[in-house]
Nanobody, 127 residues
Framework: QVQLVESGGGLVQAGGSLRLSCGAS????????MGWFRQAPGKEREFVAA????????GYSYSVKGRFTISRDNVKNTVYLQMNILKPEDTAVYYC????????????????????WGQGTQVTVSS
């Protein structure tokens, strides 16, 4: 069982930055690939970024590539999402998720593949 708790959301002006954190419980954090997803009002949940078990491999959606950076600290059992040059269309509830992974060289972009989810943190970007 893995419990995930996100933090770091808030209100920011367009062009600003935020860093989201997701703390994971348990001693098997390094067995899990991690991902960030978001859901805006009236829209389906969408993939944002993902990272492999060791942090050596990452992937991003086209809409955030070059502006967002995912990273992880396997000592602190935490995954981060650094969000720069924020746009109003980035406004959403952001969720972190964990998926058991057999390899350091895999990350996952499909939400249904993930085993555990956090409760979400709201990010609002004003224009």
């Amino acid at each position: 069982q893995v419990q995930l708790v996100e933090s770091g959301g808030g209100l920011v002006q367009a062009g600003g930055s935020l860093r989201l954190s997701c703390g994971a419980s348990g001693r098997t954090f390094t067995r899990y690939a991690m991902g960030w997803f978001r859901q805006a009002p009236g829209k389906e949940r969408e993939f944002v970024a993902a990272i492999g078990r060791s942090g050596s491999i990452t992937g991003y959606s086209y809409s955030v590539k070059g502006r967002f950076t995912i990273s992880r600290d396997n000592v602190k059992n935490t995954v981060y999402l650094q969000m720069n040059i924020l746009k109003p269309e980035d406004t959403a509830v952001y969720y972190c998720a964990a998926k058991w992974s057999p390899s350091d060289n895999l990350y996952y972009v499909v939400g249904k593949e993930y085993n555990y989810w956090g409760q979400g943190t709201q990010v609002t970007v004003s224009s």
